[in-house]
């Protein structure tokens, strides 16, 4: 097998990898629409600082469906395939799609992001399995970073419809210049060069008549005001929020806008549905149920007939034992095993922690406090998004070169000083584009290795006969650590404030570094059958 000459049929690979990497991309646009969303629907269902499980239940509840598809996939993905399944997700995506555009209450919107969590949980379990699956060894790194490219393409794509469909909104600056009419008894002059006018006429070209309206009946004694100690800071923080909810809840944006973000993920969903009909089944699993012929005529395809016959061949030495077919969760706990499923749950639960996901779900709050008002702040997530696409294919070039542990090891040291300055920066309440740039560059940082890497890594650790189930539990960890973190962040902000929830991350990376460099053992280069057999043999 080592020496036999392989003529690839890159044009099949390529189509079968990008449809299922496809499952990625609504997993992208689905988990980050939200963030964009966020500041508008928020004004719809009364959510405000003084409610923070509504807020976090909002981020949070799609995650939760994440955890019941994950459990589902650990379940079904060794018993009825991989594609099947990522059928079912498909059409799990346009139903949420449909259901939260269409939503009537916090009830109705919550269930339908769980219903869509459910197909996250699905397609982030089963598109990496399946692409590493049907890949050869020396480009798999490549083409199940081809999964982690469409779930940032997704992203990018939530972030562009966000800012494309949300209409221009005023700083709560600007809605309390105009909502106080300028007089010298509520404007405190700024600096010398403040002119009061120049920005009532700029606040005026964008501003929603009945929002401001709206804000002016709540808010009759609204003044502008400078806020100077950390006490004054804070009370205008909070104050801000009141008056742009208030300035929000009436408009277009508050009313509508929102909707049409989660209803522009049906077209995509659908047709990822419809795609997955025409795509093969993976012959690792056709093998598995003694289906050899199917899985050959597969791999044939793949890279001629030598090869269908030598994949086959390898891939039935690593099932050679009774009962392949029916996996038990027991087996899981055979120690040979345990010691890698250890391992790939903690890389899951480490891309999680690390904290770079806060930025996309919590983007309001972090931009805000960076300086930030909302439509500055959906500019600022756009070029997140740019960069998070432009990393990622940093790591499709490195991943099959530098290798898989090298990579993990530059993530985590790079996100511990990038995460230290951060920090610092909130805690002075630096405001400006050099903490946008920190921002950037942890992201940048992320994308090109833990993000693409972690997902290579826990397709590609796990034995044959219990990928399916193995893999869920990693992913299912994934998922309940990302469920926790967005749940949790309000509380730990509130706590700890942004300079402390960085420098937090910033500890956690620390030990994710060590782990990595001690356990993780370099998979590049080989097949998984040689991974196999380096690890649990």
């Not at 929000?248 to 522009?264: D, H, Q, V």
């Not at 044939?300 to 061949?313: C, I, N, S, T």
Request: overall charge neutral; aromatic content about 12%; charged content about 15%.
């Amino acid at each position: 097998m080592k020496t036999l000459e392989v003529n690839y049929n890159m044009k099949f690979i390529w189509r079968i990898c990008v449809v299922a990497a496809m499952g990625g991309f609504l997993f992208g646009y689905d988990w980050v629409v939200v963030g964009g969303a966020k500041p508008f629907y928020e004004p719809f269902f009364l959510i405000g600082d003084n409610t923070p499980f509504m807020r976090g239940f909002a981020m949070s509840s799609a995650l939760f469906g994440c955890i019941a598809g994950a459990i589902l996939s650990g379940m079904l993905a060794d018993r009825l395939g991989r594609k099947r399944l990522l059928i079912s997700s498909g059409l799990l995506f346009t139903v949420s799609a449909v259901g939260t555009a269409l939503c009537w209450d916090f009830f109705s919107y919550n269930l339908a992001r769980i219903i869509g969590g459910i197909g996250i949980g699905l397609a982030s379990n089963l598109s990496p399995m399946y692409i590493a699956e049907v890949s050869p060894a020396a480009m798999r790194g490549k083409f199940v970073s081809i999964n982690q490219l469409t779930i940032v393409i997704g992203i990018l794509a939530a972030q562009l419809v966000n800012m494309m469909i949300a209409r221009p909104v005023l700083t709560a600056d600007q809605v309390r210049l105009l909502a106080s009419e300028g007089s010298a008894a509520a404007v405190v002059v700024r600096d010398a060069g403040f002119d009061i006018e120049k920005e009532k006429e700029a606040a005026k070209l964008i501003v929603d008549e009945v929002g401001l309206r709206n804000v002016k009946e709540k808010f009759p004694d609204i003044a502008y005001i400078i806020a100077a100690t950390e006490d004054e800071i804070e009370a205008k923080k909070a104050e801000d929020n009141q008056i742009m909810s208030a300035y929000i809840s009436p408009t277009w944006n508050g009313l509508k806008g929102w909707r049409w973000m989660f209803g522009a993920e049906t077209v995509a969903a659908f047709l990822f549905f419809l795609l997955m009909f025409f795509v093969p089944e993976s012959p690792r699993w056709l093998v598995k149920y003694d289906r050899g012929g199917d899985a050959e005529r597969i791999l044939a395809r793949v890279g001629g007939a030598a090869y269908g016959k030598a994949e086959v061949a390898d891939i039935q030495h690593t099932l050679a034992s009774e009962d392949v077919a029916r996996v038990r969760f027991k087996d899981l706990l055979e120690p040979k095993l345990r010691k890698v499923i250890t391992l790939g749950v903690f890389l899951a639960v480490l891309q999680q922690w690390c904290g770079i996901n806060v930025i996309f779900n919590y983007a309001q709050e972090v931009f805000q406090a960076a300086g930030y008002g909302v439509s500055d702040i959906l500019f600022n997530i756009v070029i997140t998004g740019i960069v998070n696409l432009a990393a990622t294919f940093v790591a499709i070039r490195t991943v099959d070169h530098l290798g898989r542990k090298a990579l993990m090891l530059i993530g985590t040291g790079g996100l511990v000083c990038f995460y230290a300055l951060l920090g610092t920066g909130y805690y002075f309440h630096s405001t400006g584009i050099h903490m946008l740039l920190l921002i950037v560059i942890s992201i940048a940082c992320y994308a090109m290795t833990l993000a693409p890497v972690t997902w290579v890594l826990i397709s590609e650790l796990f034995p044959n006969r219990i990928r399916g189930a193995a893999m869920s539990i990693a992913v299912l960890s994934l998922w309940i650590a990302c469920a926790a973190l967005t749940l949790s962040f309000p509380y730990v902000k509130g706590l700890l404030g942004a300079h402390g929830a960085f420098w937090v991350f910033g500890g956690i990376c620390v030990v994710g570094c060590i782990v990595i460099f001690k356990k993780l053992p370099e998979t590049k280069g080989k097949t998984l059958e040689d991974i196999e057999r380096e690890l649990v043999d």
